[in-house]
């Protein structure tokens, strides 16, 4: 299939503000703005908007709807967090000692709010006085240059310095020290990065086909197009004033496989490639989402577009969920909520409205991905659609990287390949471009040898952990470590054939998302035998990606971490099909 452009031309790029406009804007301007957007909703037939845009191109919640919002909104209205990029306020923080910011309400909230927009998490529990740093990677496409110079970041802060690969196929980079941060901005722009908007009410990183444009088997190269999402998100890395200040975070991502490598359905907006009167273009799912009080799929919108309108479609959704979503109990603020308020039909008319043309096509039966479809694995040597070449999987275990690991991927990348590593959701790493002619010496690569194989073991391969308590402040347990010693364990004890993808978060957050996996592992506290406190998981089962997905539901609650291998063995065997390896030896002729 081939690849189809798409357009920017649809909609404005909020310009820089001006110094005129960063003034507060008197009452008798934001009553005029006020009744101008009432006006022009009241026209448009469209239901009254809870925010509307002030001078200078921020918006904020109307007085009329401000009866018991949220912190985090009242955070928002004392001062908008994207002062901190148009104003060049990340600057003076950065020049302002920490602990003079947390003398003040404000100066505290700036710390462990607002930064967020900026993609800066402080690890107050912790690593007090360090930020984790998150950038934006569409697609989970990055070059040698760009990882060299995360790596340089993070070898600067010692053994407080490492990265982390996402469950959106994205960096985290951590131990970063806030004055160094304007800096590190600057850095960013030189080799094509960005960590603005990439936290708190914001976008997240748009997903798509690890295996974009390499793939013999793609059904559309999705890279375009998570790269134009990104571009119009971030208003070029400059900031879209019109999209910070949704209702909570927001998934998007771009289907390019039969094999659904970006998940679709756990995001708030997926596009599925289809074909209508002989035009290519996508169906659309909203809704997905995981929470501590609810996890839903994504639900059919019964809409489809043509490939040239995924950024107004996009758009359209963005601005119904900012103008409607609630903004009162956070666990109640994703858009999955305001879809079941209004019932999916009269969601998908206020998406409609927003349209350039008011329109919204509904779903066509011409969907491409197959429904019968094995999923594949990307791990290991795959030749490419290019005649002669291969892309390499490797496993990164748990998505845990030191400065040397990444220094010696760009190297390699650049060695064997084309100076390019794509991320995976599943945290994992892949070399693309690798002549045939380099790829045994590619294999006997001490880091493949050592630290990232492209063989692992069966269960390690299906390994994912959220990043746990050893930096997160609302991880209730220790994930990353955790999760190979266990694996290590069971590995030991039994025998496994077939793939079981084992996913561990360290709390009801499900950063590690463990109700898409076949065995999940959620943190909890619990009591042992003894009756003492202590680290716990609640067991999932069931969950499935792919043309088949369905979340996973509680198996166990409570289950001691120190009494989790058993348990673990017991799932395998009597739902895999694992067998003892005392057993398996005894067998042997």
Same mark, same amino acid.
């Given at each position: 299939?081939? &690849?189809?452009?798409?357009?920017?031309?649809?909609?404005?790029? /909020?310009?820089?503000?001006?110094?005129?406009? =960063?003034?507060?804007? &008197?009452?008798?301007?934001?009553?005029?703005?006020?009744?101008?957007?009432?006006?022009?909703?009241?026209?448009?037939?469209?239901?009254?908007?809870?925010?509307?845009?002030?001078?200078? !191109?921020?918006?904020?919640?109307?007085?009329?709807?401000?009866? $018991?919002?949220?912190?985090?909104?009242?955070?928002?209205?004392? +001062?908008?967090?994207?002062?901190?990029?148009?104003?060049?306020?990340?600057?003076?923080?950065?020049?302002?000692?920490?602990?003079?910011?947390?003398?003040?309400?404000?100066?505290?909230?700036?710390?462990?709010?607002?930064?967020?927009?900026?993609?800066?998490?402080?690890?107050?529990?912790?690593?007090? $006085?360090?930020?984790?740093? #998150? @950038?934006?990677?569409?697609?989970?496409?990055?070059?040698? +240059?760009?990882?060299?110079?995360?790596?340089?970041?993070?070898?600067?802060?010692?053994?407080?310095?490492?990265?982390?690969?996402?469950?959106?196929?994205?960096?985290?980079? #951590?131990?970063?020290?806030?004055?160094?941060?304007?800096?590190? @901005?600057?850095? %960013?722009?030189?080799?094509?990065?960005t960590s603005l908007q990439s936290g708190m009410d914001n976008v997240r990183n748009p997903v798509g086909n690890p295996l974009a444009g390499i793939d013999p088997l793609e059904i559309v190269d999705t890279r375009p197009y998570a790269s134009l999402l990104s571009s119009f998100v971030t208003a070029n890395?400059?900031?879209?004033?019109?999209?910070?200040?949704?209702? #909570?975070?927001?998934?998007?991502?771009?289907?390019?496989?039969?094999?659904?490598?970006?998940?679709?359905?756990?995001?708030?907006?997926?596009?599925?490639p289809a074909e209508k009167y002989g035009r290519f273009g996508f169906n659309l799912l909203v809704g997905g989402f995981f929470s501590p009080k609810r996890c839903a799929e994504a639900v059919p919108l019964d809409g489809w577009i043509p490939a040239d309108d995924v950024i107004p479609l996009c758009k359209?959704?963005?601005?119904?969920? #900012?103008?409607?979503? &609630?903004?009162?109990?956070?666990?109640?603020? =994703?858009?999955?909520?305001?879809?079941?308020?209004?019932?999916?039909?009269?969601?998908?008319?206020?998406?409609?409205?927003?349209?350039?043309?008011?329109?919204?096509?509904?779903?066509?039966? *011409?969907?491409?991905?197959?429904?019968?479809?094995? =999923?594949?694995?990307?791990?290991?040597?795959?030749?490419?659609?290019?005649?002669?070449?291969? %892309?390499? !999987?490797?496993?990164?275990?748990? *998505?845990?990287?030191?400065?040397?690991?990444?220094?010696?991927?760009?190297?390699?990348?650049?060695?064997?390949? &084309?100076?390019?590593?794509?991320?995976?959701?599943?945290?994992?790493?892949?070399? /693309?471009?690798?002549?045939?002619?380099?790829?045994?010496?590619?294999?006997?690569?001490?880091?493949?040898?050592?630290? %990232?194989?492209?063989?692992?073991?069966?269960?390690?391969?299906?390994?994912?952990?959220?990043?746990?308590?050893? %930096?997160?402040?609302?991880?209730?347990?220790?994930? +990353?470590?955790?999760?190979?010693?266990?694996?290590?364990?069971?590995?030991? =004890?039994?025998?496994?054939?077939?793939?079981?993808?084992?996913?561990?978060?360290?709390?009801?957050?499900?950063?590690?998302?463990?109700?898409?996996?076949?065995? *999940?592992?959620? $943190?909890?506290?619990?009591?042992?035998?003894?009756?003492?406190?202590?680290?716990?998981?609640?067991?999932?089962?069931? $969950?499935?990606?792919?043309?088949?997905?369905?979340?996973?539901?509680?198996? +166990?609650?409570?289950?001691?971490?120190?009494?989790?291998? /058993?348990?673990?063995?017991?799932?395998?065997?009597?739902?895999?099909?694992?067998?003892?390896?005392?057993?398996?030896?005894?067998?042997?002729?």
């Open positions: 299939m081939t &690849s189809y452009s798409t357009s920017l031309q649809h909609f404005r790029v /909020p310009q820089r503000l001006s110094s005129r406009c =960063r003034r507060r804007p &008197s009452s008798v301007a934001v009553g005029e703005l006020a009744a101008n957007s009432t006006a022009q909703e009241a026209e448009a037939g469209r239901l009254e908007a809870r925010v509307e845009e002030r001078e200078g !191109g921020y918006w904020v919640l109307k007085e009329k709807f401000r009866a $018991g919002i949220n912190l985090q909104e009242k955070v928002k209205l004392e +001062k908008d967090p994207m002062t901190l990029v148009y104003e060049d306020g990340i600057r003076k923080l950065a020049a302002t000692p920490l602990e003079e910011m947390e003398a003040s309400k404000s100066g505290k909230d700036d710390i462990d709010v607002r930064l967020k927009w900026l993609g800066l998490f402080h690890r107050r529990k912790h690593q007090y $006085g360090r930020f984790m740093m #998150r @950038l934006k990677l569409p697609n989970g496409v990055t070059t040698s +240059k760009q990882t060299r110079y995360l790596a340089s970041v993070i070898q600067s802060y010692g053994e407080e310095g490492c990265a982390d690969i996402t469950t959106r196929q994205n960096w985290q980079i #951590r131990g970063v020290q806030l004055t160094d941060v304007p800096s590190i @901005l600057d850095g %960013f722009t030189a080799v094509g990065l890395s400059k900031g879209n004033l019109s999209l910070t200040n949704l209702p #909570r975070k927001w998934n998007v991502c771009v289907v390019g496989s039969h094999d659904l490598y970006e998940h679709p359905h756990i995001n708030d907006l997926a596009y599925m359209a959704v963005l601005e119904a969920y #900012r103008d409607l979503g &609630s903004r009162g109990n956070r666990q109640k603020t =994703r858009m999955m909520w305001l879809i079941n308020e209004l019932g999916i039909e009269t969601f998908r008319t206020e998406v409609e409205k927003r349209m350039p043309k008011g329109n919204l096509e509904r779903a066509s039966p *011409g969907e491409l991905v197959m429904k019968q479809w094995e =999923r594949r694995d990307y791990l290991g040597v795959h030749p490419q659609k290019q005649l002669g070449f291969s %892309f390499v !999987g490797l496993h990164v275990p748990v *998505g845990r990287l030191q400065a040397v690991d990444m220094f010696e991927l760009a190297r390699i990348a650049d060695a064997y390949g &084309s100076g390019e590593l794509r991320l995976t959701v599943e945290q994992n790493i892949i070399i /693309p471009n690798v002549k045939n002619s380099r790829l045994s010496a590619l294999l006997e690569e001490p880091l493949l040898k050592k630290r %990232f194989s492209p063989g692992p073991s069966i269960l390690m391969k299906g390994l994912v952990a959220c990043t746990g308590s050893q %930096f997160c402040g609302q991880a209730i347990i220790e994930t +990353k470590a955790r999760a190979l010693r266990v694996t290590e364990e069971v590995e030991r =004890r039994v025998s496994v054939a077939q793939p079981v993808r084992m996913h561990w978060t360290g709390c009801p957050n499900s950063c590690g998302q463990v109700q898409v996996a076949d065995i *999940g592992f959620m $943190g909890c506290l619990t009591r042992n035998a003894d009756g003492k406190v202590c680290e716990g998981v609640d067991v999932y089962l069931g $969950g499935r990606i792919g043309s088949d997905s369905h979340l996973g539901e509680l198996y +166990k609650k409570g289950v001691p971490c120190d009494e989790l291998v /058993p348990v673990v063995v017991e799932i395998l065997v009597e739902k895999f099909g694992a067998v003892p390896k005392v057993k398996a030896q005894e067998a042997l002729p």
